[in-house]
């Protein structure tokens, strides 16, 4: 029996943040709109990354506090953890915002199709179930899985991804993290807190690639600090499960680590299998992402993709800006492309990490004669009151004709709170101003911005405290 297409302005394939935000921002311009989404609309971002991850996290950040309550006059005894408790708070997180999009898509009009989505050409969506959708408009917004290596298969016991990491209702006590860059940190500071022996294996030179190098010092003299074991520079070549449980960990020349488990923390792919069907004349590249133009515009006319989906940062929020990108030129709007090289970046291990815009390496490779400042948080008022001075602010700007200090090319942050800090940092780097005039701002006191704006005012070169 053929079944006759559902038509739609708008067809989605993937409730994640870039779909829901289509579908969204969509709806709110009075289209009609479908969104097919075979688990639950919020995707990876809500239920199986950003705020599970984040959530354990302040679980950790709560652990600090109490065993440093002493310092304040607090007397408490020595914390222990029971993770299952964090793990039921996270799920009731979860649940709350999950439940509170579902609402808004409905109150929006939102049409939610349970299953898995494929494009098969002429803007026709085909569900497993059947169901066949049509949309004047598609966005396929399917997002992404963790990325697995060689010799580690997946068990869900003693080898983990992200997705095995968020649902565990026992920490081990000892873990190796595969991989330094933003998952594997967060994943690293987190455990490392709640009292796991970590060591952190990394086959590149360095910590956090793309981060400014002096940001990457400071993580990394905290890790140390904190007992965290950093091997760069070393490829892992596999594991040997032990009889008594655990596995010992092979990597390096010959070098090896026995733990409990290991979190492989390698970055995510796109989930493109399986999307496309022979009729779809959108094309994809030879890592699965899907192939866009500036404005999310595949090869195939009407038909856009956003998120991870696409070669772009994997980043929840650069999934909304891209969804809006996408409806606005459905809508015809003309609208302006994302400027992937000033988008905001946050890393929410401790401590923190948050930039935008070009670090001084990235400035000077690409021909700028720079300016630079830091300034640490040790000095900074309001970060000694929280006890949690670790950190600096660094800014890069352009160098003038005069030597003085032109636009500001990037912002760097490491220390508490930077992560809600961004903002102001980000803006001063989008709108291409000055120190002279970001300095003008005035800084509430005490206050943890207040680093931002003495970092400013001392690139005018009439710096207050330096």
């Known amino acids: 029996m053929v079944r006759t297409a559902q038509q739609f302005d708008i067809v989605v394939i993937g409730g994640g943040p870039g779909g829901y935000a289509a579908a969204l921002y969509a709806a709110g311009a009075g289209l009609s709109v479908a969104v097919v989404e075979k688990d639950k609309v919020g995707g990876t971002c809500l239920h199986r990354g950003c705020i599970p991850a984040k959530e354990f996290l302040e679980t950790a950040t709560v652990f600090r506090t109490v065993a440093g309550a002493k310092e304040f006059g607090v007397l408490a005894d020595p914390p222990a953890i029971d993770f299952s408790v964090s793990q039921q708070r996270k799920q009731k997180v979860v649940d709350q915002l999950w439940k509170g999009l579902e609402g808004l898509m409905k109150r929006r009009k939102i049409t939610t199709f349970a299953g898995t989505g494929r494009l098969v050409g002429n803007h026709t969506v085909e569900i497993e179930d059947g ?159 899907v192939k866009v133009d500036e404005l999310c515009r595949t090869t195939e006319a009407g038909v856009y993709a956003v998120g991870d989906l696409i070669a772009t940062p994997q980043l929840a929020h650069v999934g909304f800006a891209e969804a809006i990108v996408a409806v606005k030129d459905i809508l015809g709007e003309s609208p302006l492309p994302v400027d992937y090289g000033k988008v905001p970046w946050c890393i929410y291990c401790h401590p923190e990490v948050a930039f935008a815009g070009m670090t001084e390496q990235a400035a000077k490779a690409a021909g700028f004669d720079v300016v630079t400042k830091k300034d640490p948080f040790a000095g900074n008022g309001r970060a000694m009151i929280v006890g949690d001075t670790e950190g600096l602010v660094k800014v890069i700007a352009e160098k003038g004709p005069d030597g003085r200090a032109g636009r500001i090319l990037g912002v760097h942050m490491a220390g508490p709170w930077v992560t809600e800090q961004l903002g102001q940092g980000y803006l001063a780097v989008n709108w291409e101003a000055t120190p002279d005039e970001v300095a003008a701002f005035i800084q509430p006191h005490p206050s943890l911005s207040e680093t931002f704006g003495e970092t400013m005012l001392a690139l005018t070169g009439r710096g207050l405290h330096a």
């Open 131 to 289: 169901t066949v959708l049509t949309g004047t408009s598609v966005v396929l917004a399917a997002g992404s899985v963790p990325r697995t290596i060689p010799g580690f298969d997946v068990d869900g016991r003693i080898v983990l991804t992200s997705d095995e990491v968020l649902a565990l209702e026992q920490l081990p006590a000892t873990a190796a993290v595969i991989g330094a860059g933003a998952i594997g940190c967060e994943f690293a500071s987190m455990m490392s807190d709640l009292g796991v022996q970590v060591t952190v294996l990394e086959a590149l030179p360095r910590m956090l690639p793309g981060c400014d190098e002096d940001v990457v010092a400071v993580v990394a003299r905290s890790f140390k600090k904190r007992g965290i074991d950093v091997r760069l520079g070393v490829q892992v070549s596999g594991h040997k499960p032990q009889d008594g449980g655990g596995t010992t960990v092979l990597f390096g020349e010959g070098e090896q680590v026995t733990v409990d488990a290991v979190a492989v923390s390698v970055g995510r792919r796109p989930l493109s299998d399986g999307l496309l069907g022979d009729g779809a004349a959108v094309e994809v590249d030879d890592r699965g992402f």
